[in-house]
């Protein structure tokens, strides 16, 4: 079950969030080097709290940093909430967001702590594992056979001013482990030979990156609606497919699939509604999107007019291959309307469009 309650929006500091993919990956000590980067420009920096589990170089790297010491309430180190916001600095620190609060506290969570700060104008750097995001909490499970207790909501992240992603490779990690240099929380030490395993630790790393980069996703497609650029940038690749009602899309389906998996890429398939249809046309749709959802593809059920609305879409999405059924239409047709690939290929000029033969004989309309 989640943590606590939704939460509101933030106005206020700005937050960045050092993202992991397990303790020990650093990022608590890039999180104190930015930290003395800033300090050195003159802004006013101050920890909240540092889980430095006695490890002298996360000792080290404190040092030079103003403190506002730590609540400790029945063996919980917490943040002072009220001291930072009166004490009011340009930035503070604050590590492991994740964390949970003493039985009585008025925030349950540290994220909430967080929420606070922000709320009072101060700026925040904070740290977190990607295992603790909450939709992610029974994929994590499934892969280390450990149950993460304690999650911080996705919103955290997904409205975080900035998130860094902070790396090292699994073997590096595990040498660490074995000199020492990374001391975990006692709560998870007994749990550590389990979870600390190279296949656990490569499943996690990929699941951190695809996070990070679903975030640049996120800043990218809001910085082309700032600026108004509708010509989609090919910078990963998104192949859409286009479903119609009129005859069978299995073969799109797959050739699709196929293309997304030999690029890494993602793969969607769209179907447009111009209008209702009968039960034959539902059966076709219903057998194209059973096989779509178990291939993993994500589906899109859209109205409007066909062209405007796929151009519309691609651009939205920011498709960079799109694969549509060969056209089978009379010359009479084509008299009346231009043919829908026609277009697509003027207005989606910066995208790859793939035409696959159809074994269906059923006509469009």
């Known amino acids: 079950m989640p943590d606590s309650k939704p939460l509101a929006p933030i106005q206020g500091g700005k937050h960045k969030i050092f993202l992991g993919y397990a303790a020990g990956v650093g990022k608590t000590h890039a999180m104190l080097e930015e930290a003395h980067r800033r300090a050195s420009r003159g802004q006013d920096v101050v920890i909240g709290i540092i889980e430095s589990r006695n490890r002298a170089p996360i000792e080290v790297l404190s040092i030079g940093l103003e403190q506002i010491p730590p609540l400790e309430k029945g063996g ?41 700060i922000l709320g009072a104008g101060i700026r925040v750097l904070s740290t977190v594992n990607v295992q603790h995001l909450e939709s992610l909490n029974d994929n994590i499970a499934d892969i280390t056979g450990i149950a993460i207790a304690s999650t911080v909501p996705d919103q955290m992240l997904h409205e975080a001013d900035e998130v ?64 108004r ?19 069978s899309a299995l073969r799109l389906i797959r050739r699709g699939w196929r293309m997304g998996q ?48 796929l151009i519309e879409f691609a651009k939205e999405k920011n498709v960079t291959h799109l694969i549509i059924g060969h056209p089978n239409r009379s010359r009479f047709q084509e008299l009346l309307k231009p043919p829908v690939l026609t277009e697509l290929v003027k207005a989606l000029k910066t995208v790859d469009i793939l035409v696959v033969a159809t074994e269906s004989t059923v006509a469009e309309h």
């Open 229 to 247: 650029i509708e010509k989609p940038w090919a910078t990963r690749d998104l192949v859409m497919i286009c479903i119609s009602p009129t005859r």
């Open 164 to 227: 860094e992603y902070v790396d090292v490779t699994p073997r590096a990690l595990l040498r660490r482990l074995e000199r020492g240099d990374v001391i975990l929380h006692p709560s998870v030490q007994e749990e550590s030979k389990d979870f600390y395993r190279v296949g656990n630790l490569n499943a996690l790393r990929e699941i951190a990156m695809r996070e990070a980069a679903s975030r640049v996703d996120e800043d990218l497609d809001e910085y082309r609606k700032e600026k």
């Open 262 to 309: 030999r690029m890494r890429g993602e793969v969607l398939a769209v179907n447009v509604e111009e209008g209702s249809i009968g039960d034959r046309e539902r059966k076709i749709l219903e057998d194209d999107f059973k096989l779509a959802e178990r291939l993993g593809i994500k589906t899109f059920t859209l109205k409007g007019e066909l062209a405007p609305t």
């Open 76 to 116: 919980h180190l917490q943040l002072d909430v009220a001291a930072i916001i009166a004490r009011k600095p340009e930035v503070v620190l604050v590590d492991d967001l994740q964390a949970t609060n003493a039985p009585g506290s008025k925030n349950e969570k540290r994220w909430q702590d967080v929420n606070e």
